[in-house]
């Protein structure tokens, strides 16, 4: 087809769409195909629906000219085909193979849209596939009395990719003598009017299945007049079940629509620009009040007071109202970001049985929480380091079942992936009932790999916090399932990055947990507003532990770090100012102090006053800009000036690091 | 006026390329379904003057919602979207009520002939 007629790119981005949930769903689909073969129940509908994924898949490909990705899914919808059938028997290699066959279809789909290389290995699977579904077709083959010479419209369907415009016609021209043939035979022969058998599964491209089927009669009137005997197919009932599946499922249409996250972004920034503007006009009509109230100034005399009174009323209540429309528009807007995390939790149960299989485990996942909600674009992130918090549980949490058979556990493992709200933020937990981490092991790696000194003396927190450290060997101790090398000190800093929180609890021969606290949304934060010499600072209140006033007296230098004693714990001080070259003098007599923190480290920002809280808007700032030390973004005030926002993450561990020296220094105090 | 269409497919791509080449060419797309249950209710409730029809999807299958909305309405204009392979149950559609097929992956004049063909 022309371009002119569709904008392509727009076509991609919904067939990437589409094409994801598909592979999601026959994931999912095959999942529970596998437990029925185990099981040794299987519920026909599973194969129905893998058959119409694989289906739409091959449909919505071939349009958009994607014909390896059409050609694949052709495939694999034949395989379904023979099994819903009951022509393959459904066994485990059969769900290998199609389990292969997704992960190829995925790789296709993902090169077919240029996100990825082409998958390796197509070729080879492609054949082998043949190979396994030829021994059924040629069985049936033998059947129905079939050479397996003639060319014919089932085979015309399987190289449906190769198509050419004269197969259609044929095909078409074969379709119009059919029905020339049907409407003879009705009349000849009246049969029932209405009811014309409801067939409960559609079939698409195996056609060989309808022989089988065939009532005997019209296959021996039709079949002297045609050439080819899948032409022999006559409006025959396919499996006449009792009717309309359909009928009964009525009742819960789910009604979604897809919009591009661009479009919402775009929305969310003018609610930004709508949320700025309120604070504005409720700060004039604050101001005007206070003029109002203020006696002494009444030098303006009392009519223009008159006057100017129920006016400054006026924009009191009218900034009310539209403080209160903006904070619905805001909610809502939110609202239509937020997705289920299930969408992300979907497709670990496939993961944790490969890792396992691979693994020579035996484990079980058990999802909890799939239907909380959070915003798209942290469910979009949140996925990686999922996943590698998951092979690490069952690669290194999990015993090998003999292993726990001696320590008297269950053979079968299990990891619990389990999520829920928790105020203003997500909570997701990821636990096992394995052996828990060797704080032993990981203090001997730490010491080899020179990270810490024989001399230092960790608490179990600091020593578990050694995995989360760049560069530590994950050879023995902790993740490198599959060769990637990808250590827990990833994981940690993509938590971060969404500007969440990692925690690990891990109990000896019990089992580890890891707790992720994420935000719900990265848009729009509460703020303390600080000011440093001309300069307006954001800093996220979440992080903000107190503000206080200090007197220099109490502070100490320490290898030329200051810190000050708070409660017994030395903390050490970041004078903004310097640290962002700002200039300014520092007052001899006493200090502003931000105290942030992180998990438990804390830090001082020192300031030079305290401007109030306030909810800000968080804008990224361009790339022109690039990543600047300290800052992780920028926000308009309701003035309109621009304030920049502190990344107290990067703050905090930067000053965490020089301070150990302080630490080691103060121990002895 | 020009003509009110309903398109029917459970996938979200082909029903943008069919609602493109219709749009293109003077048709109105009044509304879309993507399942048999869909079609029957946006059939009843937009009463269109044609409807494409996909013939494999979940919920309930493309014959089956011809048949329903036939039974509703004896002249309902609908025409079955077809994969090759499929000709036997191309013939029961349109033993169930459908006006005719087209086949795919569509080609924009055929369809547009079809579609001129079915409508007059």
């Known amino acids: 087809m022309s371009d002119e007629l569709f904008n392509r790119e727009e076509f991609i981005s919904y067939f990437r769409d589409e094409a994801e949930e598909l592979l999601q769903q026959i994931d999912a689909d095959l999942l529970r195909l596998e437990e029925g073969v185990n099981s040794g129940e299987t519920d026909p509908e599973i194969i129905n629906s893998l058959f119409r994924a694989l289906h739409t898949v091959k449909g919505s490909s071939g349009m958009l000219g994607f014909v390896e990705v059409q050609g694949l899914a052709h495939k694999l919808e034949n395989l379904c085909d023979l099994l819903r059938k009951d022509r393959m028997p459904l066994s485990e290699s059969a769900v290998d193979i199609l389990f292969t066959g997704r992960d190829l279809l995925t790789g296709l789909v993902q090169s077919a849209i240029g996100e990825e290389e ?13 190979k396994y579904t030829s021994i059924y077709e040629e069985t049936s083959h033998v059947i129905e009395g079939r050479t397996g010479q003639e060319h014919s419209f089932e085979e015309a369907a399987a190289h449906e990719e190769q198509a050419s415009d004269a197969d259609v016609a044929a095909f078409e021209a074969e379709v119009e003598r059919l029905l020339a043939q ?15 058998p409801v067939f409960e599964e559609p079939v698409a491209a195996a056609p060989e299945g309808f022989i089988k089927e065939l009532p005997p009669e019209p296959v021996e009137t039709i079949k002297p007049e045609l050439p080819k005997p899948v032409a022999a197919a006559t409006p025959a009932p396919v499996a006449p079940k009792p009717a309309a599946n359909g009928d009964q499922r009525r009742s819960s249409i789910h009604q979604t629509i897809r919009v591009d996250i661009e479009r919402l972004d775009a929305l969310l920034n003018l609610v930004g620009e709508l949320v700025i503007n309120r604070t504005r006009i409720s700060d004039i009509a604050n101001t005007l009040e206070r003029l109002m109230n203020d006696k002494s100034g009444a030098a303006a005399g009392g009519a223009a007071q008159g006057i100017i009174a129920p006016l400054a009323k006026d924009l009191a209540d009218s900034a009310a109202l539209l403080a209160r429309t903006t904070n619905e528009i805001q909610e809502s807007i939110m609202k239509v970001r937020m997705v289920p995390i299930g969408q992300v939790f979907d497709r670990f149960p496939r993961l944790v049985r490969d890792v396992a299989k691979a693994r020579g485990k035996e484990v079980q996942l058990v999802i909890s929480g799939a239907e909380t909600d959070l915003d798209k674009t942290i469910v979009d992130e949140v996925g990686e380091p999922l996943m590698h918090l998951l092979r690490n549980n ?22 619990s992936l389990n999520a829920y709200h928790e105020g203003n933020q997500i909570i997701i937990e990821v636990a096992d009932d394995g052996g828990g981490i060797n704080l032993e092991k990981v203090r001997a790696r730490g010491l080899k790999q020179g990270l810490i000194s024989s001399d230092d003396r960790l608490s179990d927190r600091e020593i578990v916090d050694l995995i989360f450290t760049p560069g530590f060997s994950t050879a023995e101790v902790v993740s490198d399932v599959s060769g990637r090398g990808v250590g827990m000190d990833v994981v940690k800093r993509n938590i971060t990055r969404l500007k969440g929180v990692f925690d690990v609890e891990t109990v000896s021969g019990q089992g580890t947990r890891f707790t992720i606290k994420l935000p719900l949304t990265l848009a729009i934060i509460q703020a303390l507003l600080v000011r440093v010499v001309d300069e307006l600072y954001a800093i996220p209140l979440d992080s903000v532990i107190e503000s206080q006033r200090v007197e220099m007296t109490d502070v100490r230098t320490v290898h030329g770090n200051e810190v000050i004693t708070l409660r017994g714990q030395v903390v050490p001080l970041v004078r903004i100012a310097e640290f962002f070259e700002l200039g300014g003098q520092r007052d001899p007599d006493k200090v502003m102090i931000v105290i942030v923190g992180l998990q438990g480290r804390q830090v001082g920002l020192v300031v030079d006053s305290f401007e109030g809280e306030q909810e800000i808007v968080i804008k990224p700032l361009s790339d022109v800009v690039g990543r600047i030390p300290g800052i992780s973004g920028a926000t308009i005030l309701g003035n309109g000036s621009i304030s920049l926002i502190i990344d107290v993450h990067s703050l905090v561990s930067d000053a965490h690091v020089s301070g150990k020296v302080a630490r080691a220094e103060f121990s002895g105090v | 006026m020009s003509k009110r269409v309903l398109i029917v497919d459970d996938a979200v791509v082909m029903r943008m390329m069919i609602k493109g080449i219709l749009s293109k060419n003077g048709f109105d797309v009044v509304g879309e379904a993507q399942n048999g249950v869909e079609a029957v209710e946006k059939y009843k409730q937009l009463q269109p003057d044609l ?18 909305i036939v039974a509703g309405d004896p002249n309902a204009k609908i025409i079955m979207c077809t994969s090759m392979g499929q000709q036997a149950l191309v013939v029961e559609a349109i033993q169930a009520g459908a006006k005719s097929f087209i086949t795919k992956p569509f080609q924009p004049p055929k369809i547009l002939e079809t579609i001129q063909k079915v409508l007059s």
């Open chain 1, 118 to 130: 082409a998958p390796h290995g197509v070729a080879e699977y492609i054949d082998k596939l043949d």
């Open chain 1, 182 to 196: 049907a409407q003879a035979a009705s009349a000849a022969a009246p049969i029932e009017p209405t009811p014309v």
């Open chain 1, 394 to 415: 069952v690669d290194h949490g999990i015993e090998a079942p003999d292993e726990r058979e001696r320590l008297g556990k269950a053979r079968v493992g299990t990891i």
């Open chain 2, 51 to 68: 409807v494409t029809m996909d013939m494999v999807m979940p919920e309930m299958d493309g014959i089956t919602a011809v048949k329903q």
